[in-house]
């Protein structure tokens, strides 16, 4: 089955970026997500990219997918104390009825 | 606008009794799907509606989960003769006719 994979903890200086990274095994993935958790909080979408695209830029964030290596990554420029969450990478599969398949989740820590 | 609404927000059971738990999607959303996220399993996907139609049920994890969807919105998640292993936030998502889903605040489940 589908398997995708993230490192579980990143600790970032605000003001630095950060970079989340997320590998998949599925080729046949239509979209690619990120998601956003806070705590108590359910899950928050924070931009998607189509499978044929290699970048997608929305203010602060950019995804960066890698077909090749199945390999996806969250940027997030100027990291603010209230980035402060778990991030989920997702995938569907062609054909799939959009159901999501989610990864482990990366709980990014924002410092002072 | 009104976003996706899940009832009851916690809820604390006996091994053994029958719980249900309800979600009120996003209005004219036709699909809507349920998700399960635990300590130990991460967020893995339980069932899929388009409509009041269930063409995936694959993630149901056994035959004491069932769940209908009446009128084309509100949905039920019913699981039977609750176990332990049950214990977790149980997601609910609605979609328009396009790929992004809108979560709920979700619904944590305790069986005792």
């Known amino acids: 089955g589908e398997d995708v994979e993230q490192s579980l903890f990143l600790s970032v200086r605000e003001g630095d970026s950060s970079v989340i990274n997320c590998t998949y095994t599925?080729?046949?993935?239509?979209?690619l997500y990120w998601y956003k958790q806070e705590p108590g909080a359910g899950l928050q979408l924070l931009t998607y990219?189509?499978?044929?695209?290699d970048m997608k830029q929305d203010q602060r964030l950019t995804v960066l997918l890698n077909k090749k290596d199945k390999h996806l990554s969250l940027r997030i420029a100027d990291t603010q104390t209230g980035d402060s969450a778990i991030y989920f990478c997702?995938?569907?599969?062609?054909?799939?009825?959009?159901?999501?398949?989610f990864g482990t989740g990366t709980q990014l820590k924002v410092e002072l | 606008g009104a976003g996706v609404s899940q009832s009851p927000s916690n809820k604390v059971t006996e091994k053994g009794k029958d719980v249900e738990l309800r979600c009120d999607p996003i209005s004219g959303h036709t699909a809507l799907y349920w998700y399960r996220q635990s300590l130990g399993q991460g967020l893995e996907f339980l069932i899929y509606f388009q409509g009041n139609s269930a063409p995936d049920k694959s993630g149901l994890p056994s035959d004491r989960f069932s769940a209908e969807r009446t009128g084309g919105s509100v949905s039920t998640l019913t699981i039977q003769r609750t176990q332990q292993e049950d214990s977790a936030v149980y997601l609910c998502?609605?979609?328009?006719?396009?790929?992004?889903?809108?979560f709920g605040p979700g619904t944590r489940l305790t069986v005792l």
């Open positions: 599925d080729s046949s993935s239509t979209y």
């Open positions: 998502a609605s979609s328009p006719a396009s790929n992004e889903q809108f």
């Open positions: 990219i189509f499978s044929n695209m």
């Open positions: 997702a995938e569907t599969p062609l054909g799939g009825g959009n159901k999501l398949t």
